[in-house]
C-alpha cells in the first residue's frame, strides 16, 4: 500500500444542535480561536425550546476536525454530520446544480 500525504481540510461544513446558550457568536469566536481555522460561518435553520440547529462552515489551510469537534462538545452542543468536505491544495469553485 502507498502511504500518500494526507490532503488537507480546507472547507467543512457540519450539522450542529446547540442549547441556546452559549450564542452562536460566542461559539462561533470559540471555534475561530483555533489555529486550523480562517474563518466560521454559522447558520441557525431551527429553533425549539432548548435548542437549536445551526450550520457551521469552516474555512482554514488544514482544518483539523477532532479538535474543532472537542470545541463544540466543550460548549455543549454535538455534531450530526459533518455535510460537507474540500480537501486538497485548493479550493475548489462549485457550478451551481440546475433543475431539468
Do not use: C, F, W
Not at 500518500?4 to 457540519?14: G, S, T
Not at 474563518?39 to 425550546?49: G, K, L, P, S, T
Not at 459533518?82 to 485548493?90: A, E, M, Q
Amino acid at each position: 500500500m502507498v502511504n500518500k500525504k494526507q490532503a488537507p481540510a480546507r472547507v467543512l461544513v457540519l450539522d450542529v444542535l446547540k442549547p441556546h446558550r452559549p450564542s452562536i457568536l460566542q461559539l462561533g469566536r470559540a471555534i475561530a480561536r483555533h489555529k486550523s481555522v480562517n474563518n466560521v460561518n454559522i447558520d441557525v435553520y431551527a429553533i425549539d425550546e432548548k435548542t437549536e440547529s445551526v450550520s457551521i462552515v469552516l474555512d482554514g489551510t488544514n482544518i483539523d476536525y477532532e479538535a474543532v469537534e472537542e470545541i463544540i462538545e466543550k460548549q455543549g452542543a454535538v455534531v450530526h454530520s459533518l455535510d460537507k468536505v474540500v480537501l486538497g491544495s485548493k479550493k475548489l469553485i462549485e457550478v451551481p446544480k440546475v433543475d431539468k
